[in-house]
């Protein structure tokens, strides 16, 4: 008799991380003694026949029934087709001059953040920091200090997932994740599902904050451009403005030095052709850099910001109350312009996908 054919956990191997899929999350790594990550890079150090492991269980680049995660995780009501959970957008920007001038943008996820942490909401938050130049590792911060030193976006991937695993184990306290979308997505999956021996740490994850993700960077390939082109000048900060300045902008001890967009493209990270999701849709509440008729050099300074759960919004609104955020009005066309970008990352990854089926299906055959 022919039944349903067995997929032992090498599939994870096999379709994930030897076609370049993996995103380096880290999800699976902490729970299986065969699975590390190294520099940006998930490793298997030995093929595993088990057929239903938590790896495969969790990975976000496994079969995921997103439509099961948004009933389960949010109001039916609220979802939407392009950006997922959505209660409201705003535009936000810290109020603590401190934060402000160690953020990238608006310093929203750092004002939140500590917030949080000094409302006792959260005891620590996996955050990431600079390990070597270019290269983020992921840490959890339980004190402000810590926080404002994971100040500032990393351009490269840091296991995110890895390091809330660890923390996780350990303790007993609430915890929140500071995640990029594929971050988000595996997190949700554990929150939605978890396997038993899980249970009792993902009753520890309170709150998840999500990142505006376009790509992530290989950290290799950025550090060999940009020192390149510093010429040993100091980096004081790195951004990528808007499209139509076509540029990676550098601050420096000797001024701004901007790398044309098309050498930061060749860095960008091949899993993050297969990506759907810009905005992070499986936040409790995403963040990213501005955008308004004012243009960039005021929109540098503010953060847009989706609300997605009740516990989303109650931050949100403590925030507003305790005056560590200022609030301005979202332009009339914003949403309509966020979607669009939204559903044109949805589009071009999903052609991906299916272009990297039909070739493994070609390969196989």
Same mark, same amino acid.
């Given at each position: 008799?022919?039944?349903?054919?067995?997929?032992?956990?090498?599939?994870?191997?096999?379709?994930?991380?030897?076609?370049?899929?993996?995103?380096?999350?880290?999800?699976?790594?902490?729970?299986?003694?065969?699975?590390?990550?190294?520099?940006?890079?998930?490793?298997?150090?030995?093929?595993?026949?088990?057929?239903?492991?938590?790896?495969?269980?969790?990975?976000?680049?496994?079969?995921?029934?997103?439509?099961?995660?948004?009933?389960?995780?949010?109001?039916?009501?609220?979802?939407?087709?392009?950006?997922?959970?959505?209660?409201?957008?705003?535009?936000?920007?810290?109020?603590?001059?401190?934060?402000?001038?160690?953020?990238?943008?608006?310093?929203?996820?750092?004002?939140?953040?500590? !917030?949080? @942490?000094?409302? $006792? /909401?959260?005891? +620590? *938050?996996?955050?990431?920091?600079?390990?070597?130049?270019? #290269?983020?590792? =992921?840490?959890?911060?339980?004190?402000?200090?810590?926080?404002?030193?994971?100040?500032?976006?990393?351009?490269?991937?840091?296991?995110?997932?890895?390091?809330?695993?660890?923390?996780?184990?350990?303790?007993?306290?609430?915890?929140?994740?500071?995640?990029?979308?594929?971050?988000?997505?595996?997190?949700?999956?554990?929150?939605?599902?978890?396997?038993?021996?899980?249970?009792?740490?993902?009753?520890? !994850?309170? @709150?998840?904050? $999500? /990142?505006?993700? +376009? *790509?992530?960077?290989?950290?290799?390939?950025?550090?060999? #451009?940009?020192? =390149?082109?510093?010429?040993?000048?100091?980096?004081?900060?790195?951004?990528?403005?808007?499209?139509?300045?076509?540029?990676?902008?550098?601050?420096?001890?000797?001024?701004?030095?901007?790398?044309?967009?098309?050498?930061?493209?060749?860095?960008?990270?091949?899993?993050?052709?297969?990506?759907?999701?810009?905005?992070?849709?499986?936040?409790?509440?995403?963040?990213?850099?501005?955008?308004?008729?004012?243009?960039?050099?005021?929109?540098?300074?503010?953060?847009?910001?989706?609300?997605?759960?009740?516990?989303?919004?109650? #931050?949100?609104?403590?925030?507003?109350?305790?005056?560590?955020?200022?609030?301005?009005?979202?332009?009339?066309?914003?949403?309509?312009?966020?979607?669009?970008?939204?559903?044109?990352?949805?589009?071009?990854?999903?052609?991906?996908?299916?272009?990297?089926?039909?070739?493994?299906?070609?390969?196989?055959?």
């Amino acid at each position: 008799m022919t039944g349903k054919p067995t997929i032992r956990q090498s599939h994870v191997s096999s379709s994930v991380i030897d076609t370049g899929l993996c995103t380096g999350c880290g999800a699976c790594v902490g729970l299986c003694p065969y699975l590390r990550t190294h520099r940006g890079a998930t490793i298997m150090l030995f093929d595993c026949d088990r057929e239903d492991g938590r790896c495969r269980r969790y990975c976000p680049r496994m079969e995921t029934d997103l439509g099961h995660l948004n009933q389960v995780l949010f109001d039916a009501s609220e979802v939407t087709a392009e950006l997922g959970a959505f209660k409201g957008l705003y535009m936000t920007r810290a109020t603590d001059a401190e934060i402000r001038s160690r953020a990238q943008h608006g310093g929203t996820v750092t004002a939140l953040t500590c !917030l949080a @942490l000094e409302q $006792g /909401l959260i005891e +620590g *938050w996996v955050v990431a920091q600079e390990d070597a130049p270019m #290269l983020p590792k =992921s840490t959890t911060a339980m004190c402000r200090a810590d926080l404002l030193a994971a100040a500032g976006s990393k351009f490269g991937n840091a296991p995110a997932v890895a390091e809330f695993n660890r923390a996780s184990a350990e303790g007993q306290g609430p915890l929140g994740v500071v995640a990029t979308p594929c971050q988000a997505l595996a997190l949700a999956k554990m929150r939605s599902d978890p396997a038993d021996a899980d249970a009792a740490r993902m009753a520890r !994850l309170k @709150l998840v904050i $999500g /990142l505006f993700c +376009g *790509w992530t960077l290989d950290w290799r390939k950025l550090r060999e #451009l940009v020192l =390149s082109a510093v010429k040993g000048e100091k980096i004081r900060s790195m951004d990528i403005p808007p499209s139509s300045h076509a540029c990676m902008q550098v601050e420096t001890s000797a001024g701004r030095i901007e790398i044309p967009i098309d050498q930061v493209n060749g860095c960008v990270r091949d899993c993050c052709a297969y990506c759907t999701d810009m905005t992070a849709e499986f936040a409790d509440i995403s963040i990213g850099s501005a955008r308004s008729p004012e243009g960039w050099e005021v929109d540098r300074h503010w953060n847009q910001v989706i609300v997605r759960t009740t516990a989303g919004e109650q #931050l949100l609104n403590l925030a507003r109350e305790k005056g560590i955020l200022a609030f301005k009005d979202v332009p009339p066309e914003n949403l309509a312009k966020l979607k669009s970008a939204a559903m044109g990352k949805k589009r071009s990854g999903q052609s991906n996908l299916n272009r990297l089926s039909e070739t493994n299906n070609t390969l196989a055959s």
